[in-house]
Each structure stands twice: as C-alpha cells, then as structure tokens.
T-cell receptor, first 110, second 114 residues
Framework: GQNIDQPTEMTATEGAIVQINCTYQ??????LFWYQQHAGEAPTFLSY????GLEEKGRFSSFLSRSKGYSYLLLKELQMKDSASYLC???????????FGSGTRLQVQP | DSGVTQTPKHLITATGQRVTLRCSPR?????VYWYQQSLDQGLQFLIQ???????AKGNILERFSAQQFPDLHSELNLSSLELGDSALYFC?????????????FGPGTRLTVL
C-alpha cells in the first residue's frame, strides 16, 4: 500500500511557528498536496510539491524530499484562525486518485 | 468559495431509504470526485468521473452509485441507507483527467441517517 502518516494532533501558541510532518511510501510517488480543513467545512488547497525543495506562500511553506518520502508544512506567525486539520495527500502513479492521510488537528492557543 | 457547488447542504433520512446528492464542478473542470468523511475520519475516496465516464473507483459500496451528466454535473446515489452511512459527503473537481491535478472541494452535504 501507500501509507501516509501524519501526527494526529498538535498544539501551538499564537504567534509561534509550527511544523506538521508527513511521511509516505516512495514507490510510485508523483506529487504531494497539503489541504486545510476547518471542522465541518470543505478542505481548501494550500500547496503542491512534486520536486524536492521548499515552496513558500506567505505564512505557509511546504517542503518535500522525494528520496526520504517526507514532507512538512510550516506555518509561521500562527493565528487563532489557523486552528484546523491539515491534510497531506499524495498521488501515486498507477492509482488514479489522490490518497489522503488522516490529517493533523492543530490547535492554536492564546 | 471554490466554485464547486453541492446540494443539499443537510439531509436527514431514515434507514433503508435512498437519497441523491448533487454536485456542480467549477467552470471548465471536467473531473468530478466524490469523498466520504465520517466523524473524525479521513477523507475516503469513493469514485471519479471524467467528462461523463467513470475514471477511478475507490472504496465505494455496491449500494452507492454515481454518474456524471453531459453538462458535467454529477449525482451520487446512496440506497438502502444504514446508520453507518451518516457522514459528510464532499464533491471535488479538477481540470484534467486526474492524477496530480489540484482538486477543489465543494462545501459538502451532511447526511444523517436515523
């Protein structure tokens, strides 16, 4: 299979930086997405990585290492509204659909 | 607002019944995907349609079926409903056939089976 592993829950403080990790099996890997999902709402697209390196978008950055089967989402200057689940999703060649991880629930505290 | 619309927003029904969920993709998108998300669970891929044809199938029960119409909207039919079918059902759309396409999600339909 192509397991995707993320921590279940994380807690961080407003104004701080948090890193959410995602690991996956490398066989057939061909791209990784990060989505944000507030409780009861739709997932919203944050970032896409297919090559090694860091992609920066404002307060959010995403990193990928294909050889290590590892990605992280970095959130800077945390705000209360960043409290949400963060979903890591991978595309594997040979499977026509994205595979989603179970998500990391982030709680930002004052 | 992703541009993907879903109706209804909420649906309450009884066991054994049948319901239809509707999705309209973003303008220009040809692929539609259906996902199920039970309480505190991850997104489970059900099925994908591309330009009217089934393209990929996930963990979709035989009691569930879907189709994509010529105007590209899609419907997910759930029959012989069970309590365990209570969940959020999301539709997503993308421009291409699938693969590493960015998917944009609709607001979801919350189904409650009593």
């Amino acid at each position: 299979g192509q397991n995707i592993d993320q921590p279940t829950e994380m807690t961080a403080t407003e104004g701080a930086i948090v890193q959410i990790n995602c690991t996956y099996q490398t066989s057939g890997f061909n791209g990784l997405f990060w989505y944000q999902q507030h409780a009861g709402e739709a997932p919203t697209f944050l970032s896409y990585n297919v090559l090694d390196g860091l992609e920066e978008k404002g307060r959010f950055s995403s990193f990928l290492s294909r050889s290590k089967g590892y990605s992280y989402l970095l959130l800077k200057e945390l705000q209360m509204k960043d409290s949400a689940s963060y979903l890591c999703a991978c595309f594997f060649t040979g499977r026509r659909a994205l595979t989603f991880g179970s998500g990391t629930r982030l709680q930002v505290q004052p | 607002d992703s541009g993907v619309t879903q109706t209804p927003k909420h649906l309450i029904t009884a066991t054994g019944q049948r319901v239809t969920l509707r999705c309209s993709p973003r303008s220009g998108d040809l692929s539609v995907y259906w996902y199920q998300q039970s309480l505190d669970q991850g997104l489970q891929f059900l099925i994908q349609y591309y330009n009217g044809e089934e393209r990929a199938k996930g963990n979709i029960l035989e009691r569930f079926s879907a189709q994509q119409f010529p105007d590209l909207h899609s419907e997910l039919n759930l029959s012989s409903l069970e309590l365990g079918d209570s969940a959020l059902y999301f539709c997503a759309s993308s421009e291409g056939r699938g693969g590493p396409d960015t998917q944009y999600f609709g607001p979801g339909t919350r189904l409650t089976v009593l």
